[in-house]
């Protein structure tokens, strides 16, 4: 893994206290002794937890906005990285607890994960983890089972890469499943139960695939996740 600079944890740092005055600048607006009475301080802190989240996925599409990521193999040294790097402070100062959490209820969670940039169809939802929202998109009525995991960076020692993510309509992901970076999955394609599918695999519509690593078991939905 690469070094996080000083410079990238500087600017990160920056964006955080913006969320933090935002978020206390707003609560003080909001919340009012007057009315919550006994109740104020408890109020306060809840109501002050709930807009350090809701600046700070403000902020984070503010960031992304100015700094997209860029797929592909990252250079040492780019704009690419430094995007790439901040954004990773992002998820592990912040978003780890939102999208790692078997706390909320799957449709929050679900829309935790659009609010971070994963583009997500009609009636589609997702109890497991994706790693990189901004980097993954799901069609309609396809569904992520729970414990599975999607991530669309690769760190291999000092290789960084980010390759997107695409399930199509239809889809299902099997609990524990493991979908790596630059992966693509056809309409009502289905990988099963803790099925591994590597880097770059395309796995076409109808088609059923399981196992360590994953490979085509067959079409339809016989063996179904």
């Given at each position: 893994?690469?070094?996080?600079?000083t410079?990238?944890?500087?600017?990160?740092?920056?964006?955080?206290?913006?969320?933090?005055?935002?978020?206390?600048?707003?609560?003080?607006?909001?919340a009012?002794?007057?009315?919550?009475?006994?109740?104020?301080?408890?109020?306060?802190?809840?109501?002050?937890?709930?807009?350090?989240y809701?600046?700070?996925?403000?902020?984070?599409?503010?960031?992304?906005?100015?700094?997209?990521?860029?797929?592909?193999?990252?250079?040492p040294?780019s704009?690419?990285?430094?995007?790439?790097?901040?954004?990773?402070?992002?998820?592990?100062?912040?978003?780890?607890?939102?999208?790692?959490?078997?706390?909320?209820?799957?449709?929050?969670?679900?829309?935790?994960?659009?609010?971070?940039?994963?583009?997500?169809?009609?009636?589609?939802?997702?109890?497991?983890?994706?790693?990189?929202?901004?980097?993954?998109?799901?069609?309609?009525?396809?569904?992520?089972?729970?414990?599975?995991?999607?991530?669309?960076?690769?760190?291999?020692?000092?290789?960084?890469?980010?390759?997107?993510?695409?399930?199509?309509?239809?889809?299902t992901?099997?609990?524990?499943?493991?979908?790596?970076?630059?992966?693509?999955?056809?309409?009502?394609?289905?990988?099963?139960?803790?099925?591994?599918?590597?880097?770059?695999?395309?796995?076409?519509?109808?088609?059923?695939?399981?196992?360590?690593?994953?490979?085509?078991?067959?079409?339809?939905?016989?063996?179904?996740?």
């Amino acid at each position: 893994m690469r070094k996080i600079t000083t410079g990238q944890i500087g600017f990160f740092m920056l964006l955080l206290t913006a969320i933090v005055l935002l978020a206390v600048l707003s609560t003080n607006l909001l919340a009012s002794k007057a009315w919550l009475g006994d109740f104020y301080g408890v109020v306060y802190v809840m109501l002050l937890v709930l807009l350090v989240y809701s600046w700070a996925f403000v902020i984070y599409r503010l960031f992304l906005r100015f700094y997209p990521l860029q797929e592909g193999y990252i250079e040492p040294g780019s704009s690419a990285e430094f995007s790439a790097q901040v954004n990773i402070l992002f998820y592990l100062m912040l978003f780890n607890t939102l999208i790692r959490t078997e706390f909320l209820p799957v449709p929050l969670k679900t829309l935790v994960y659009v609010l971070l940039g994963t583009k997500i169809g009609s009636n589609s939802f997702s109890p497991g983890t994706i790693l990189d929202p901004p980097l993954t998109e799901l069609g309609d009525n396809t569904i992520i089972g729970h414990g599975a995991t999607l991530y669309s960076h690769a760190i291999e020692g000092h290789h960084f890469s980010l390759e997107r993510i695409v399930l199509g309509n239809n889809v299902t992901v099997g609990a524990h499943a493991i979908i790596m970076s630059g992966v693509t999955v056809g309409d009502g394609a289905i990988v099963s139960a803790g099925a591994v599918v590597k880097k770059g695999t395309h796995i076409g519509p109808g088609e059923h695939w399981g196992g360590v690593p994953a490979r085509r078991l067959g079409s339809g939905s016989s063996g179904a996740a």
